[in-house]
């Protein structure tokens, strides 16, 4: 059940109540990939750092480990050792940008797995039967990610397969969380909404999916070539077409300034692999703009990373030290980078959230902003 709390202008401050525990919202999820966060960042280091959501990948883990096996280990929750929600990915975008050869037809996407080529068949059925092993707090449906730019035909065409793909995805959920041997019967559905930057085609889509009363919505197909401007006129036009009681994801966004100019426009929900892949070469992300470990005028620096972060890397280690560990390819480094990150992160939602709640949210974004262009000192 999702319930708004307040807003403040298109802001919202709400919570979203699940089988395995509630999210307040608006929320940074944390991209666990494959069941995991590269940096070797533990889900025990997750819980220390103020993380709701873990993000995990279909396609990723259906070819390997194996969704049966991830299945017959108990589901994704029990293997990975996380008891909060987890939402997985449909593997469309995967499929789409990570398979090359490919052909897609009506009854879905044959394709060849990136690791070992063997031949993979991937519908709305299959994406769904995939998820319901993993046991998923949150299923996305399956869908077809356009390329951009694509064609305005090519684009129509394809959101009406997305559409048609869509009502099967709900079909086959609805029976497989009646299934006896389901591991997770209250699984949720998120249906995605695409027409590229083609904002009527967005319009009528959100439109056709809203009718369908599904758990959830997404914005897929964004932060993929075209610009900032152009996103964020996408993100207001179709939002206010998208169902008010339900909550609205934006797929794969983004930087700082991307989750603050999109949480005033009305999105809950966000993922980006940013601040671990950041992180991990050496960019931290501090209170007062973005800063590069590896420059030499770090070598050093005994301050930590950010002298207003309260996360466990800033309270112990220097800078010259974490860049020492970098420099020397040391794995403690990226765990220490992409632990601040991550926190930074999700800290950032909490004043987001605590600003709403007060009314102050332009106000904070304004200030928050110009602490982002910043020079770390």
Same mark, same amino acid.
């Given at each position: 059940?999702? !319930?708004?709390?307040? !807003?403040?202008?298109?802001?919202?401050?709400?919570?979203?109540? =699940?089988?395995?525990? *509630?999210?307040?919202?608006?929320?940074?999820?944390? *991209?666990? =990939?494959?069941? @995991?966060?590269? +940096?070797? #960042?533990?889900?025990?280091?997750?819980?220390?750092?103020? =993380?709701?959501?873990?993000?995990?990948?279909?396609?990723?883990?259906?070819?390997?480990?194996?969704?049966?096996?991830?299945?017959?280990?108990? +589901?994704?929750?029990?293997?990975?050792?996380?008891?909060?929600?987890?939402?997985?990915?449909?593997?469309?975008?995967?499929?789409?940008?990570?398979?090359?050869?490919?052909?897609?037809?009506?009854?879905? #996407?044959?394709?060849?797995? /990136?690791?070992?080529?063997?031949?993979? $068949?991937?519908?709305? &059925?299959?994406?769904?039967?995939?998820?319901?092993?993993?046991?998923?707090?949150?299923?996305?449906? $399956?869908?077809?990610?356009?390329?951009?730019?694509? =064609?305005?035909?090519?684009?129509?065409?394809?959101?009406?397969?997305?559409?048609?793909?869509?009502?099967?995805?709900?079909? &086959?959920?609805?029976?497989?969380?009646?299934?006896?041997?389901?591991?997770?019967? &209250?699984?949720?559905?998120?249906?995605?909404?695409?027409?590229?930057?083609?904002?009527?085609?967005?319009?009528? /889509?959100?439109? !056709?999916? @809203?009718?369908?009363?599904?758990? +959830?919505?997404?914005?897929?197909?964004?932060?993929? +070539?075209?610009?900032?401007?152009?996103?964020?006129?996408?993100?207001?036009?179709?939002?206010?077409?998208?169902?008010?009681?339900?909550? #609205?994801?934006?797929?794969?966004?983004?930087?700082?300034?991307?989750?603050?100019?999109? *949480?005033?426009?009305?999105?809950?929900?966000?993922?980006? *692999?940013?601040?671990?892949?950041?992180?991990?070469?050496?960019?931290?992300?501090?209170?007062?703009?973005?800063?590069?470990?590896?420059? @030499?005028?770090?070598?050093?620096?005994?301050?930590?990373?950010?002298?207003?972060?309260?996360?466990?890397?800033?309270?112990?280690?220097?800078? @010259?030290?974490?860049? /020492?560990?970098?420099?020397?390819? &040391?794995?403690?480094?990226?765990?220490?980078? #992409?632990? /601040?990150?991550?926190?930074?992160?999700?800290?950032?939602?909490?004043?987001?959230?605590?600003?709403?709640?007060?009314?102050?949210?332009?106000?904070?974004? !304004?200030?928050?902003?110009?602490?982002?262009?910043?020079?770390?000192?």
């Amino acid at each position: 059940m999702y !319930r708004i709390l307040c !807003r403040d202008g298109n802001a919202k401050r709400a919570e979203l109540s =699940t089988v395995h525990g *509630v999210v307040q919202t608006p929320v940074f999820m944390n *991209v666990g =990939t494959v069941g @995991a966060m590269k +940096g070797a #960042v533990s889900t025990q280091d997750l819980q220390g750092i103020k =993380t709701q959501v873990v993000l995990c990948n279909t396609y990723h883990l259906h070819v390997r480990p194996g969704d049966m096996v991830v299945k017959k280990l108990g +589901g994704l929750h029990k293997f990975m050792v996380w008891d909060k929600p987890i939402l997985t990915d449909s593997g469309g975008f995967q499929v789409f940008s990570l398979a090359g050869l490919r052909k897609i037809k009506e009854e879905g #996407v044959y394709f060849n797995s /990136h690791i070992d080529g063997r031949k993979i $068949f991937m519908g709305p &059925e299959e994406s769904m039967q995939i998820q319901s092993h993993i046991a998923s707090t949150v299923a996305m449906a $399956f869908d077809e990610c356009p390329p951009h730019p694509a =064609t305005r035909k090519y684009m129509q065409d394809s959101v009406d397969r997305t559409t048609r793909w869509l009502e099967r995805c709900k079909k &086959e959920m609805n029976r497989l969380n009646q299934l006896e041997d389901t591991i997770n019967p &209250e699984q949720m559905l998120f249906g995605i909404n695409q027409g590229g930057t083609f904002s009527d085609i967005r319009v009528e /889509h959100a439109k !056709r999916i @809203a009718e369908m009363d599904l758990d +959830g919505y997404a914005l897929g197909g964004l932060a993929v +070539g075209e610009s900032h401007e152009e996103m964020y006129d996408i993100i207001e036009k179709t939002v206010p077409y998208l169902p008010e009681d339900k909550p #609205v994801y934006l797929m794969g966004v983004g930087t700082p300034e991307n989750i603050l100019e999109a *949480v005033e426009r009305g999105v809950d929900f966000f993922d980006c *692999v940013y601040p671990a892949r950041n992180g991990r070469h050496g960019h931290a992300y501090t209170n007062h703009g973005k800063m590069n470990l590896l420059n @030499a005028k770090y070598e050093l620096d005994d301050k930590p990373l950010d002298d207003t972060c309260g996360c466990p890397v800033c309270r112990t280690y220097s800078r @010259a030290y974490i860049r /020492h560990l970098l420099k020397a390819k &040391e794995m403690l480094g990226l765990r220490l980078m #992409v632990t /601040h990150n991550l926190y930074f992160y999700n800290t950032l939602m909490e004043e987001i959230r605590d600003a709403i709640e007060k009314g102050c949210f332009q106000q904070y974004k !304004r200030n928050k902003l110009e602490q982002l262009k910043e020079e770390t000192k």
